[in-house]
């Protein structure tokens, strides 16, 4: 791994963490996505990609590989999307991000879908987050100017039924994340926008499991997003791995009758990306290098790997051994009660080992249907961890469905 600066990058980490200093966010400075920095934390360049989008699986504890399909399988799991009821479908969401810290960091999500026949369904889908205005600096902390560094995610995905249970489902996105705005240069490096491009696969089965009384419907998920290649903000030679990433996930729903039913899911999260590896240092402390400039693994491995390299590698790459591997993988569960397939109450839970970031909060919402065709839903979250960077995020999503003729 080349010894590079990357002076913009880390001055826009460090602004962020300057920007949310406070007597009691210094105790555990967060970066975007809500995790202590101070722990093993496995990062990428977009990690919005992963953000939950909307309100409903938000409100189960970021559950979604195996709930029952709506108009946001896109994101949670493409293989669902042969599966909806309705023709077509409009969805969007919005969240303001770390909204006890600052106020004009919002994520908003835009989604929508159309059958094409009895098996087979296409969607479209459009992500985006604002960070807000800030004030660059260079390395040295010189002022270069405001800019309101935003990503960008446009993608498209087609599904479709292999059976009347199994179901198969591809999705393409481009991105684009622009953290410097019009700077040519930071700090004598070239500066510009990241661009790359993402591909979604997903698997997606569904049985009732006492068919003659339809008491029950099994199902569970499979998928692996975001693959595709590093990302780069200034040369070729610092690139970033996006958020690849594996969920599995399964789910129960249980009919009490014609009107209530309660559904059980739940799923597991593993970033395929290398695991930070931990690096040998000299007796002073410094870094060691080797005659090409490069550090020196001293447990795990270089994480400057290609593409496939980094995403299978990333199963057995953690300095710790499997130990540290299963710390890597986070846990949701969710609950969703339904009444008249009108109104929904939602409670779910997600974990992250703390040598992994440490993000556990609880989650709770509802949803709401109006005459089969407008739906309203709402998610709150609550953290384990006082003063959490993520405390009282709330998501809220609008949804307009068109039923069949």
């Known amino acids: 791994m080349k010894i590079s600066a990357k002076p913009f990058v880390y001055s826009f980490h460090f602004l962020w963490i ?31 990609l992963n953000f939950a989008p909307d309100s409903r699986h938000s409100a189960m504890g970021d559950v979604g590989a195996a709930t029952s399909p709506d108009a946001f399988s896109a994101h949670w ?40 026949d009895e098996v087979s369904a296409w969607g479209i889908d459009l992500r985006y987050f604002n960070m807000g205005d800030i004030q660059l600096t260079d390395g040295r902390g010189n002022q270069l100017g405001e800019f ?48 790359s491009v993402g591909t979604d696969v997903g698997l997606y089965y569904s049985k009732e499991v006492f068919p003659a009384d339809k008491t029950g419907v099994w199902s569970w998920g499979a998928t692996i997003t975001n693959i595709g290649p590093k990302i780069t903000y200034n040369s070729a030679e610092d690139l970033d791995f996006i958020p690849t990433n594996l969920r599995l996930g399964t789910a129960y729903r249980v009919n009490f009758n014609e ?76 609950m969703e009660y339904i009444f008249d397939e009108v109104f929904a109450l939602r409670a779910g839970y997600f974990f992250e080992n703390p040598n992994k970031g440490g993000r556990r909060y609880f989650t709770m919402g509802l949803g709401y249907v109006y005459k089969e065709k407008l739906g309203f839903d709402f998610s709150y979250l609550v953290p384990q961890v006082q003063n959490h960077p993520l405390a009282e995020t709330l998501r809220f999503s609008l949804t307009y469905n068109i039923p069949r003729l």
């Not at 007597?23 to 990062?43: E, H, K, M």
């Not at 293989?79 to 409009?90: C, I, P, R, S, T």
């Not at 087609?158 to 700077?183: M, T």
């Open 77 to 116: 799991n493409v293989g669902k999307l042969a599966f909806v009821e309705n023709d077509m479908a409009f969805s969007l969401s919005y969240s303001p991000w770390l909204g006890r810290l600052v106020n004009d960091m919002f994520v908003s999500y835009l989604t929508g879908y159309k059958k094409i």
């Open 148 to 195: 309101t560094p935003r990503d960008i995610a446009i993608g498209g995905s087609y599904s479709r039924q292999l059976s009347e249970n199994l179901g198969i489902g591809i999705s393409a996105r481009f991105i684009h994340s622009n953290l410097s705005g019009n700077l040519s240069s930071v700090g004598g490096s070239e500066s510009r926008p990241g661009v």
């Open 18 to 48: 300057s920007l949310l200093s406070s007597s009691v966010i210094a105790q555990n400075s967060p970066i975007i996505t809500g995790q202590d920095p101070d722990r093993r934390v496995i990062t990428t360049a977009v990690p919005f």
């Open 259 to 334: 009107k209530n039913s309660l559904t059980f899911a739940l799923d597991f999260n593993k970033l395929m990306v290398p695991s930070p590896p931990i690096w040998a240092r000299n007796e002073d402390g410094s870094l060691q290098i080797d005659e090409n400039g490069n550090l020196i693994p001293q447990a795990g491995r270089d994480p400057n790997r290609a593409l496939l390299s980094g995403m299978f590698g990333s199963f057995s790459d953690a300095p710790g051994g499997f130990r540290e591997e299963l710390q890597e993988v986070m846990i949701s569960y969710g």
